[in-house]
């Protein structure tokens, strides 16, 4: 049974599903009645989109044999008849291993060769080459045959030292890592067979968003620095696992400070203090056995400088089995209960969290254009009725006048559109300076030189000043974009507050582009990285091998942003000036129809009660128009805000 998660996660799923609708109904609102220009429908249709691809990560992390692979079975797969994930005494998980479900590939498990660490390239850029990974179709209906496919998960192979050493991986032959890849009699290395594994299966909680990360130890970890950079980084949750009948050993230890809690923050880590039946046979008492794990407890949480609270002591092998026999006395004594609650309630709130304020930062310029133009149309009417109205009692001379003044403002208006027009050839010339300050191409060139640089130092030291170096030019390459940003704004400015004044359009002031926001994560890199670096006690050669797969790992990272920072770039070039031109646009239009009306009371085709009339009625549907927009906003903050999820329960067989 996966009552509470699943069902937690139900919920969740059910209120992104609401969220969808009202910004769907929004959209087509917003269409239907004018107010969305392209950039605006394109940014909601991008909105959407991001919704529909929502995923949950949670990743465990521990030292071997603490029971990793058992807890994920326990927790999520305690509905199957028997293990899913292969758990066993020594190393078994050998990879680091996703569980997840995707329903554009069929049940599966896909297997990326240890040799790929050979290739610079990372595992997330070789997602992007489905070729390069063995594909081994998996059967759901069939469990044993799941049991033999994921047996893979556990596959070793032996290689010479030399190969072992070409591939980076530490060797279990010196005192620095006693844990290392294990040598044979004769001298080989057993090393993984497969260097990433995903498996793809539709289990109802990965159908619903999860993403499960189950991790070899120590190692894989320190051997594979993109696990620890990318993937436990960017998790909604890390739990870490410690066992009862071993403490907190060493390892551990390394584990914890370098990996999970590498930058201080706790937010979003459980620890579960694993195995707590073996002291059951230890100390048949009960209460020397509450005794004794509320001191483990204790000194954990004085260990790992962590709150007590996110402690768990746990059985996950008595869950299992509590699960797969249906037996609730052997469920409750593993006390895995109070764990999977903590998790819930630290998972979907997290991830809630991250996609209302994704939805919000959206939602609020495409909400403050739309009503901007609802407003402009609502001022212009209302000066046009007031015109009307003091043409009621004044003769046809004053017709002519305001006729006049009608066509000078229209007149002014194109010419400062002309001129603004001019103003666009600056603009383009600023914004290609600052595409090219974070340009991808340059970024290659920077990265190829540094690597250049890098083969050329023999020594671990020369290697960390050519990182140093590229950490810098990119810090300042952002800096510049920072600046150039922020002309950019400044000559925006400028004009729109030239259309305010001499227009009297609405006061607006156009969108900021901040690459604060990149420059912190690459910050936040740098340091991670630099942590990692400085933690490296080991041979030479290794080191120089490590140093550089720590460095492709962190360059992955940045491109990763360089890209990002790109395409936020695009879309604020696009629409930066997007609110003022549909105003003016909008303002244009009523200057032109108001004209029209007054020539024709001038020529007396028209008369004035209906065209006054008219009028009236055409500023109640603005007002109505105002009325629904708002009605349609809160509807949308409603659901972000709702305090209880089961409320949008989808009613679905
Ligand atoms: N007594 C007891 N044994 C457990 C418990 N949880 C796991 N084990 C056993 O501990 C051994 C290791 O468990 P795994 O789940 O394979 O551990 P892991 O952390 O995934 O280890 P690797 O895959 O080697 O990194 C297995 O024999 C499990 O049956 C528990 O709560 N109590
Ligand atoms: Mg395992």
């Known amino acids: ?51 529909t ?22 927790i999520f797969f305690g509905d199957m008849p028997q293990r899913v994930v292969p758990s066993g005494a020594g190393r078994t998980t050998m990879c680091p291993t996703e569980l997840l479900y995707r329903d554009d590939w069929d049940p599966c498990i896909r297997l990326l060769p240890i040799e790929t660490r050979g290739q610079e390239t990372t595992i997330n850029e070789y997602k992007n080459f489905p070729e390069e990974w063995d594909n081994v179709p998996l059967d759901p209906e069939d469990p044993d045959s799941m049991i033999d496919v994921l047996h893979q998960l556990t596959e070793v192979k032996l290689v010479s030292r030399q190969q072992a050493e070409e591939l980076g991986l530490p060797i279990a032959d010196d005192a620095a890592h006693e844990d290392g890849m294990q040598i044979t009699d004769s001298g080989e290395v057993e090393i993984p067979r497969w260097r990433h594994a995903i498996v793809n299966f539709p289990h109802p909680l990965l159908e619903q968003g999860l993403v499960i990360l189950d991790t070899p130890g120590l190692n894989a970890l320190g051997a594979e620095p993109e696990l620890t950079l990318n993937m436990l980084s960017s998790a909604h949750a890390v739990i870490f696992i410690l066992a009862a009948d071993a403490g907190v050993t060493k390892s551990d230890m390394t584990l914890w400070r370098d990996h999970i809690n590498i930058t201080g923050g706790s937010k979003g880590q459980l620890v579960v203090l694993n195995k707590i039946d073996v002291l059951w046979d230890e100390l048949k008492d009960t209460y020397q056995v509450e005794n004794e794990i509320e001191r483990q407890i204790q000194s954990t949480a004085q260990t790992l400088e962590i709150d007590r609270n996110r402690i768990f002591p746990m059985s996950a092998q008595k869950a299992l089995l509590g699960k797969i026999k249906s037996n609730d006395d052997v469920l409750a004594s593993s006390r895995i209960t109070d764990f999977e609650n903590a998790l819930t309630d630290l998972l979907i709130p997290a991830k809630r969290d991250i ?5 919000r930062g959206e939602l609020s310029e495409v909400i403050k254009t739309a009503s901007i133009i609802n407003t402009q149309r609502f001022d212009d009417v209302n000066e046009h009725i007031s015109e009307l109205e003091r043409l009621s009692s004044k003769n046809m001379e004053v017709v002519e006048d305001m006729m006049q003044k009608v066509r000078l403002d229209k007149e002014h208006l194109e010419k400062n559109l002309q001129r603004f027009q001019a103003t666009r050839s600056i603009f383009s010339k600023q914004t290609n300076k600052l595409y090219e300050s974070i340009s991808p191409q340059k970024l290659e060139v920077l990265i190829a030189e540094t690597k250049k640089d890098m083969s050329m130092s023999l020594t671990t030291g020369g290697l960390r000043t050519c990182m140093m170096k590229f950490f810098t030019d990119v810090t300042k390459s952002f800096e510049k974009a920072s600046a150039q940003s922020k002309e950019i704004q400044d000559l925006m400015e400028g004009v729109y507050q030239k259309f ?17 926001k990149y420059q912190r994560e690459i910050k936040r890199l740098i340091e991670r990285h630099d942590h990692f670096i400085r933690g490296l006690s080991m041979i030479m050669t290794e080191q120089m091998v490590l140093t550089r797969r720590f460095y492709d790992s962190v360059v992955a990272k940045i491109k990763q942003t360089y890209e990002r920072a790109n395409r936020d770039a695009y879309d604020w070039l696009r629409t930066i000036m997007s609110p ?58 409603a659901v972000l805000d709702a305090e209880d999820l089961n409320e949008f329960e989808q009613k679905t067989a």
Not at 22 to 41: C, F, K, M, P
Not at 55 to 66: G, I, N, T
Not at 604 to 633: F, N, P, Y
């Open 1 to 51: 049974m996966i009552a509470h998660i699943g069902h937690e996660l139900d919920a969740y799923g059910s209120w992104r599903q609401a969220v969808q609708q009202r910004i769907d109904t929004y959209r087509e609102w917003l269409n239907q009645e004018g107010l969305a220009d392209s950039h605006v429908d394109q940014r909601l249709a991008q909105l959407l989109s991001t919704l």
């Open 53 to 74: 691809d929502d995923r949950l990560y949670v990743a465990f992390v521990a030292e071997f044999s603490r029971g990793k692979s058992e807890l994920i079975n326990a």
């Open 580 to 637: 003022m031109e549909t105003q003016v646009r909008e303002h244009q239009v009523q200057l032109r129809r108001r004209l029209e009306s007054i020539k024709r009371i001038h020529k007396a085709s028209d008369t004035l009660d209906d065209r006054l009339a008219e009028l009236e009625h055409v500023r109640d549907g603005i007002k109505e128009q105002s009325t629904q927009m708002q009605a349609l906003v809160n509807d949308i903050e």
């Open 500 to 516: 305010q004044e001499e227009h009297g359009l609405a006061n607006i002031k156009p969108r900021r582009f901040s690459t604060n």
């Open 355 to 359: 996609v209302s304020a994704n939805v």
